[in-house]
């Protein structure tokens, strides 16, 4: 997106009420009690937005805006992150923000029932979870210029093929780079962890190999981020020699080390280290990639277990204009990041909300497709969970690789499981290299509906 229009800076809008200091005071009294408020009709709005609406009656859209960051300066808290001179970032927690986070709380942490769809089995965890890995990795590449088709990356992740060109190996990384964040790392956050996941996610598509793993440093072209469009540039990172410093503190600050001068919800902790790390985009590629793996990173530590079943990356990339705005936002307005917390919050509770549906929707057609195939003969859960996506997806292939991967059981088992499919009329078979494939066979819902061949 275009950068934003800046706000009006206050003390130019004070300076036009009166012409003497006496008459300015009064005129700002009134504006206070006229429309003194943080978030008018509920929301948090931007003075590029709100120049456009109609102000409250007797009130100018400066003097509207002069009232409204009045307002909402006694409930600004600065945080370390700072901009290339040294201003302090700010952030406040407006009613909308509270209410946010408490439906978050309730839904991606602690004891929270799942459906059986997923707590069925260790297995069926595990389906959901690679499921939910493999939709992240694609949305979350695309997100930064990736152009393979979702259908074509699964089955790259799934076979287990090697990636043939930039786009596919940037996909391939990012799900390698999800695995490592959620088996391999725990707390604290050190540079070596960050170093090695901003190398997982680019190894093989820097233009400069070197450049993998490491900050930018003095002499090269610092990266800059630029509307795709116009080539206007949008936003201009810290200079390279700020860059090891400011690496440091937001390694306390996400470490809870460093922070607010009083208490930092764990979910905002995280949006912050994403913008934080986002804003200083210290590398040479990558960016917003390893921001959006360190925001999954810090949500895993801090208790919010649920959210590794999201695709964030998803919703963002339904409306990447907005996730942009998010950012630029906070940097035009005073270094004010509630924007980009609230849009965060509001894709966290959208991605809930999605796969609680989907949940619940695949919870009805196991129980659905448990009846029909149970009547015919006895199938594993790995069997119903896989004869229940060939129904919904029947252009779809399974290998006997990609199906061991999903259910995280032995090649063995996965052998067993899809050759009793194939004896029992439901799947047809090709060769593809050294490869067995295996498809759904034509009209297998009416398949399942009726008699079903005996296994030999």
Known sequence: MSKPMPPPPVEDIYSRLGRTESARSQRYMKILEARAEVAPQGRYRHWDTLRHLTPPEGLTNEQWWLGIKAARRPQQRSLPLVDAAGQHFTYSMPDEAQELLHYITQHASGEIAMPEVVTASESARRQFLVN??????????QLEGATTSRVVAKEMIRSGRPPV???ERMIFNNYRA???????????LTPELVFRLQRILTEGTLEHPD???????????????YERNTGEIVHQPPPANQLEERLQRMLRFANGEEGTSGFLHPVIRAILLHFWLA?????????????????YWSMRVQGYWLTEYLSISRILRQAPSKYGAAFLYAETDDGDTTYFIL????????AIEEMRAHLGKKAREIRDFKSLVQRSSEFNYRQIALLVNAVSHPEATYTFKGHALTHNVTRQSARTDL???LQRGLFDMHREGKEYVFTPVRGLQQKLRGPVRAAH
């Open 419 to 421: 050759l009793d499919l």
């Open 279 to 295: 804003y200083d985009h210290p590398f040479e590629d990558g960016n917003g990639r390893t921001a959006r793996g360190l925001f």
């Open 211 to 225: 450049a993998a793993g490491r900050l930018q440093t003095i002499g090269e072209p610092r990266v800059a981020v």
């Open 132 to 141: 939910s890995l493999i939709e992240e990795a694609i949305r979350s590449s």
């Open 165 to 167: 060109n930039r786009s």
């Open 343 to 350: 849009y965060h919050l509001g894709v966290i509770r959208r």
């Open 178 to 188: 999800l695995e490592y964040l959620r088996g391999e790392t725990g707390d604290p």
